[in-house]
Each structure stands twice: as C-alpha cells, then as structure tokens.
C-alpha cells in the first residue's frame, strides 16, 4: 500500500514563497517513482504544475510556474518538494501530490500517477 500526505500550505501575499512537502511511503521502495505536483482551483480541472523522475535526474514544469516553482526530492527521506517563489493569485489552488508507477517516465497527464495524496490548500491573497 502506497500512502502520499502533502503538507505546507497555507495563506501567503502575492510575491512570496511556500514550500510544499510531500511524504510517501510504501512499496517498491520511494526512490523507485517518478513524482508529480497538480493543482485545482475551484471550477477548474486537474492541471500539471511539475513533475520529477525517480532518479531526481530531469525535472518538468508548466509553462505557468516555470522559473517560480522547482521540484527536488530527497529519497533518503522519501519526499519531494515543491518550493514556491513569486506566488501570485492565480497560484490559488489545492496541490496534490502523486506518485507514478515504479521505473515509470515522469508525465504531465495524471492518468500516469497511480497514488494520489489528500491535497493542501494554497492561497494567495492580492
């Protein structure tokens, strides 16, 4: 069973930072799955915020948060991260965090990620 728990969102002023946290655990091991970010606004779809491969070695973006928003992970602590600089208002969204198939490519669909966690809250306020 594969569990994945975001954490780190909140309220912040456009023009500042948040990072997000993402904690994953299970089986195969963490280091194994690709790892992405999505986000939902409200009346919105699921879109593609970022995305990174298992070996941490190539890292994908969206065209909107590309040179604001970086992806890393830390398989030794079986987590990634998304840092947030230069938040704007459109940023407003819940983020969730998913993992891929193990060995998998990373991917901007989300019919790729097999394990989805619950969603964090971010807002930025104008």
């Known amino acids: 069973q594969v569990q994945v728990v975001e954490s780190g969102g909140g309220l912040v002023q456009a023009g500042g930072s948040l990072r997000l946290s993402c904690a994953a655990s299970g089986r195969p091991a963490f280091s194994t799955w690709p790892m992405g970010w999505f986000r939902q606004a409200p009346g919105n779809e699921r879109e593609f915020v970022a995305a990174i491969r298992w070996s941490a070695d190539n890292t994908d973006y969206a065209d909107s948060v590309k040179g604001r928003f970086t992806i890393s992970r830390d398989n030794a602590k079986n987590t990634v991260y998304l840092q947030m600089n230069s938040l704007r208002p459109d940023d407003t969204a819940v983020y969730y965090c998913?993992?891929?198939?193990?060995?998998?490519?990373?991917?901007?669909?989300?019919?790729?990620?097999?394990?989805w966690g619950q969603g964090t809250q971010v807002t930025v306020s104008s």
């Open positions: 998913a993992a891929g198939r193990p060995f998998g490519a990373k991917s901007r669909s989300p019919d790729e990620y097999a394990y």
